[in-house]
């Protein structure tokens, strides 16, 4: 069967600190893969998608892909507050822009 | 740009009662679009894909004529829950695949319905 598995949390972390987010998947020939953050009671928003092997940095996120390893990362830099919310991994198991989502690591940023 | 909306966003029908949700991409034109379903305390779960102008696909488990799809126009589909039950009552929502990006997901804020 096809899955992502992310760790539940709570992942809790001091504002300023860096967040790691981790995330893998079971199928080797998947090619897309996302991050989106949903906070309690709200819809997922985009955060980054990628799709080579490496790093991809968008402000304070770095999503790290490792296709031999099945494995996709986040990093969220100078973690605030406000970036407390559960963080969820996708993928593209299909090769038709289906989702696979996994269960989403809740994250705390404490002041 | 990619943004979606739903309506209405939240809805409390009697069961028995049929109720439609609709799913807009506002500012781009969406040939695909998702339905989802969220438990409280759950993760994400792929109901149908809807196609514009054929009908839906639907995932293993998910009743297709309980649950209707359509998506009669490139920038709305619309999700009906027919003779819902208290055990329907969860959180519905859709996503518009952007071609123009990395054919990435853009979600709608989603429709909580409550089924008495």
């Known amino acids: 069967q096809k899955e992502v598995e992310q760790n539940s949390g709570p992942l809790s972390v001091p504002e300023g600190a860096i967040a790691s987010l981790n995330c893998t998947y079971s199928?080797?020939?998947?090619?897309?893969f996302f991050w989106y953050r949903q906070y309690s009671g709200k819809s997922p928003e985009l955060i980054m998608s990628?799709?080579?092997?490496g790093d991809k940095e968008d402000g304070r996120f770095t999503a790290q892909l490792n296709k031999a390893s099945q494995y996709v990362s986040l990093l969220i830099r100078d973690s605030q507050p406000s970036d407390s919310a559960t963080y969820l991994c996708a993928v593209d198991l299909s090769g038709y822009s289906t989702l696979t989502f996994g269960k989403g690591t809740m994250l705390l940023v404490s002041p | 740009g990619a943004v979606v909306s739903q309506h209405p966003s939240w809805v409390i029908c009697k069961s028995g009662t049929s109720v439609k949700i609709e799913c807009r991409s506002l500012d781009f034109q969406a040939t695909t679009m998702f339905w989802y379903r969220q438990f409280p305390k759950q993760s994400l779960m792929l109901m149908a894909t809807s196609n514009e102008g054929s009908k839906a696909t639907y995932e293993q488990g998910v009743e297709k004529d309980k649950f209707l799809i359509n998506h009669a126009s490139l920038t709305l589909s619309t999700l009906t829950v027919t003779s819902a039950h208290p055990e329907d009552s969860s959180f519905y929502i859709c996503s518009a695949l952007y071609l123009r990006g990395n054919n990435e997901q853009f979600f709608g804020p989603g429709t909580r319905l409550t089924v008495l």
């Open positions: 199928d080797r020939g998947s090619q897309s």
């Open positions: 990628i799709y080579s092997n």
